[in-house]
Each structure stands twice: as structure tokens, then as C-alpha cells.
């Protein structure tokens, strides 16, 4: 199979994923060669396009050598057996990192020319480019997709060798290749046109596809309901000023408070993916930071789940004292010590929470309270994170109310391998519509 140029070859590419057409979906081209590509595929499925933009993290001596990738957003990917086995230093790792933050920041600027990233949080991410040699730089694009919070990652392109595609094939939800000759030698030798694609072809593709794909995005919006309420808020419980995300979709059946464990935030890629969800589904979600970043930078704070149980109290009066949402019932969504600080806050007397859902969560941090949980508790935990899944149990078995207790198989902690996330947020998706909104 040879393609003309990289046009050609993104129509054809189009054709095999139209199975995608209707999803929450967004294109995303690797610059520069793949962007071309990626305009005719989001041109055909009436999607957005986007650049994904990667730096990988060379070990210092051995730069071919990836002991990490990092993306926008302060996305970051880090290969921890790597990172043990060549002794990388904390010091060593930043320093990298700042070099190629500084690069990434450089090139954004360059192509973006100040539009902001589309999110990616909780859609489907198609990563296109104009084939594959190696396979390092498409499979760095997938994890930094997946740290920001794509529900589903397909990785599409023209050509890749058969070893190639065989071990992406993997480590993505799926990957579309139209061709895999055993006679591989460079991506190039596949294209009749293969010239080199400039900085002002990027540039052009995306603000040709920002005008094409107006309508098909404002369609996407209207399927996924208006918002009543969009917005950055600040709330202050004991003189100190917490910031938070407010999202109330129109006719909200109830309002889910996120709890975030430890080094979260409501800036996390993993939040913000569960909470896309659960706005789809007509609740509203409030990403709240319990612990300013000072105070983040103590573990004591972050294990202070007392401390933070009372926070989320305040937080939860807040809402309620918002005279348009005074009448929606309200779940708990926590993660690692902030589900402990979930189930701690809705065990105090008339705390009235219509569900708690624990993804991946420390619940023993708040045992002494467990018995008196009266709010349905769906506890969420992967297979793979062994350790916190006997806690989970155990926790269970303490708890009076109604419990449920769901295993993501072959997930680890943090939900990261593919499709693992996607399946804890429709878990706590199913939970909280039965709770809060049971008509």
C-alpha cells in the first residue's frame, strides 16, 4: 500500500474509524508530520482537532533512554523502574524536566498561537500521525492522553511495522492501522509526497479545523446538556481560601463533592475525567481542593483526615447555602485519603449525604467512624492495588449501611492502565443516578 501524500493517506484513515462517528471524541495530531493527517480524519468524523504535544524525559546520560514523557497541563509520565535501575537522582529527573517543559511551552505557544488545549478529560482520544518507526514517541502520546484524563485512547495511523503495531496494540484501547509490511525500513518510503510539513501547515490545519468543526462541537455541546453553572468559586473555612471547579449541568438531579487524596487537586486529569461523566449524566460535580498547595507540601496535612473531613462539612454548607441548589441531594466522591475524609464528613450527625462513592480509597483512615456511615457506600478499588483492596474489604465488612464493593480488573492504584478509569467512572456514574436522582 502507498499513499500520494499525508491528505490522502488521512482520508483512507478516516474511512476505518468510522465506527467512532458520535462519540465524544477528539482528534489529536503529533506535530508536525501528523497533523495533516489528523485534519482529514477530524474533517470526516466532524471532530475537533488538537495537537498532542510530548516531550520525552531522557536519562541524563543516555538521552535515547526514556525514563518519562511529559505533556501539557503539567502532565507528567514517569517510568519508575527506570528511574530506579539508571539511579536517577529527584534533582537529576527536575532538571530534565525543566529543560524540555521549557521546550514544550515553546513549541505550544508556536502552533496554538494562544488557543487553549481542547480537554480531553473523559472523551475519546484519537492520536494520529503519519506512521510509526519506533513506537516511543506514539506510545508517550497515549500515556500523557491517559494521565489527562481521556476515557478512551485509539492510537490510528497510515503504517506502522507488524513487531510494532504488535506491541502498541497492547498497551492502547485500540489501534487502527491500515497497513504492516514485513519490508519496513522508514515511513517515508510509503509516500509518493513526503515532504517535510512546516510550523505554518500546523498552524494552519488547526485554525482550518477550529471553523470546520464549530458546528459539529456545538452539537457535541447541546447533546451533552448547557450548564447552568461553569465556574471557578473560592470557598473560606477557617480564614483559609480553597478553590474549587462548579459545574451544574441544566436540570441537575443532585450534586457530587469531590474529596481529593493525596497530591490531587481539582486540576487532576483522573477528577476531571469522572466528573465529565457525571455531568453527562445530568448531575453536578464541585472539584474542590481541601488543602492549599503549602499546606499539601506537609503529609501530615494530607493523613489529617479529621481535618479534612471538616473542611468538606464547610464546603458541603456552602453548597447548600446556594439558594439554587439548596433542594439537590448531594453524594461524596473521594480518592485515597480523601475517601476517608468522605466517609468521616458523612458520618456526622445530620450530615443528609445521598450517596459516597471510594475510588481506590483509604477508608480503615476513618474505621473508628465506619459503623455509623448511614449514606450508601459504593467502594471502588482495582484488582491489581492488592494492599488497599484488603483494607476495602475489611472496611466493608464494618460498615452497617448499604455497601457494594467493585473490582476493576488488572487496575493498579491510580486506574491507569487502559480503559481501567473509564470503568471506576461509570461505577460511580451508575451509583450516584441510583442515589440521588431515584426517579
Known sequence: ?????????????????????????????????????????????????????????????????????????????????????????????????????GELARRADRFRRGRPPVPLAGRTVVIVDDGIATGSTALAACAVARAHGAARVVLAVPVAPPECAARIKGVVDELVCLHTPTAFFAVGQFYADFDQTSDDEVVECLERAAKLAASATNNATAADGPHLRDEEIEVVVDGTRLGGRLTIPEHAGGIVVFAHGSGSSRHSPRNRAVAAVLNEAGLGTLLFDLLTREEESDRANVFDVAGLAHRLVEVTAWVRSQSEYASLPIGYFGASTGAAAALWAAAEPGADIAAVVSRGGRPDLADARLGIVKSPTLLVVGGHDFTVLELNRKAQSMMACETSLVVIPGATHLFEEPGTLAQAASAARDWFVRHLTPN
Open 1 to 101: 500500500m502507498r499513499f500520494v501524500n499525508r491528505a490522502d493517506a488521512g482520508r483512507r484513515l478516516a474511512g476505518r474509524l468510522e465506527h467512532l462517528r458520535g462519540q465524544s471524541l477528539v482528534v489529536v495530531g503529533l506535530p508536525r508530520g501528523g497533523v495533516p493527517v489528523a485534519f482529514e480524519v477530524a474533517r470526516a468524523l466532524e471532530a475537533p482537532l488538537d495537537i498532542i504535544l510530548v516531550r520525552k524525559l531522557g536519562v541524563p546520560y543516555q538521552p535515547e533512554l526514556a525514563m518519562g514523557a511529559i505533556g501539557e497541563e503539567g502532565v507528567r509520565v514517569i517510568n519508575e523502574d527506570i528511574v530506579s535501575r539508571c539511579e536517577i537522582s529527584r534533582r537529576e529527573l527536575e532538571d530534565v524536566e525543566a529543560r524540555e517543559r
